[in-house]
């Protein structure tokens, strides 16, 4: 399992995901551009000291990324967490090679990312609310993910 953001733009927040995924074991893809310098002070507050202990894989591009995917032996499904989607996180069944893409706070993933996904996932909200934060999200979804495979660290 690994989590996948694309053009991060928030510093925080990429940092707190990214902190999510070193303690769960879980691998990280940025697919750049990003809105700020991956060293940047606010990304390392968040993720405090963890984020040496994170698998990272920084991509220039969306490009770049999908030739990474298409270069492994097993590249994985890639679900998108989006608010467009029809199918409800918790009743998608994840498999242990899945990417799990969260797109900019500040837009998404553009129809390009979205055409090219496997699957594409919401969280239920109530009436009138648009979004959560990208970070909150991912951490439902990757918890649920975990779960399904019976594979939080002892």
């Known amino acids: 399992m690994r989590m996948a953001l ?13 902190r999510t995924a070193a303690c769960l074991g879980v691998g990280v893809d940025i697919i750049g551009p990003c809105g700020f310098v991956l060293s940047d002070k606010q990304m390392r507050r968040a993720g ?7 698998d990272l894989t920084d991509h220039a591009s969306w490009q770049s990324f999908q030739d990474s995917r298409a270069a492994a032996a097993n590249g994985g499904r890639l679900v ?7 199918t409800d996180y918790a009743q998608f069944s994840f ?44 951490s439902m979804v990757l918890g649920e993910a975990l779960r399904q495979m019976d594979d939080f660290p002892a």
């Open 6 to 18: 694309y053009q991060p733009d928030i510093p925080g927040n990429a940092g707190a995901m990214m």
């Open 48 to 54: 405090m000291d963890y984020l040496d202990r994170l």
């Open 80 to 86: 998108v967490l989006t608010t467009k989607a029809e």
């Open 95 to 138: 498999l242990p090679d899945d990417i799990l893409l969260a797109g900019r706070e500040s837009a998404g993933v553009p129809d390009d990312v979205h055409a090219a996904a496997d699957a594409r996932l919401r969280i239920p909200m109530a009436p009138g609310m648009r979004s959560l934060n990208v970070a909150a999200a991912m």
